[in-house]
């Protein structure tokens, strides 16, 4: 069982009656990596996560379109452009994710298929409206070890795709795929790091 507290974003594991604080995917690769988001408008994150919950109220056939902000339509508009020239069909978004392996936690965008469905085959993408970063792909591995255990504890394995989809303010849209298996190796030892790190000082 995992909670998710907006207000401070804060995680919390339910672990034999008690809450636990977990930490987030962001939070492992932001201490690890040195990101500095400090330097950066709010009102881009403002913008971002407005796309995203305009996003999640589409798939839950809950969006009044015309109460969306004239700073978020183009990339909502970019979004379904997306839909529609690659046949995307969503099956989970928005879910919270929890490894007690590697004790961190997070919430991914979205997971669906694309065109021909290969058996058993996910595709998991995390939407982006800023610039493409090396490190998106070690937070799109972090989702995806999560979502594979998960998977397996309700015993339906699957092979997972990883991308970021890219979407900028005139609509425009790319779909970046994730390749490189290292990355989840990567993303292991930096958990590893994270939450052992106290034992060493």
């Known amino acids: 069982m995992i909670t998710f507290i907006e207000s401070s974003h804060t995680y919390l594991a339910e672990i034999d009656g008690t809450s ?6 962001s939070s492992i690769l932001t201490e690890m990596l040195g990101l500095d988001y400090a330097k950066i408008n709010p009102f881009y994150a403002d913008r971002g996560t407005a796309v995203h919950k305009a996003i999640e109220l589409t798939h839950e056939d809950n969006l009044d379109e015309s109460s969306v902000d004239e700073e978020v339509k183009p990339f909502l508009d970019g979004y379904f452009d997306f839909l529609e020239k690659t046949k995307f069909e969503p099956m989970l978004w928005e879910r919270r994710l929890f490894s007690k392996r590697l004790w961190v936690a997070g919430t991914m965008d979205i997971v669906g298929t694309i065109g021909f469905q290969i058996l058993n085959q996910r595709h998991l993408i995390d939407i982006k409206t800023g610039q493409r970063q090396k490190w998106h792909q070690l937070q799109t591995a972090g989702y995806a070890l999560m979502l594979s255990e998960e998977m397996e504890r309700q015993k339906t394995p699957i092979k997972i795709e990883r991308h970021c989809l890219y979407i ?6 790319k779909l970046d795929p994730h390749n490189n298996k290292s990355d989840f190796s990567v993303f292991e030892a930096m958990a590893t790091v994270y939450n052992r790190k106290g034992d060493y000082r």
């Open 20 to 25: 636990i604080s977990v930490p987030s995917v």
């Open 168 to 173: 900028d303010k005139n609509s425009k849209w």
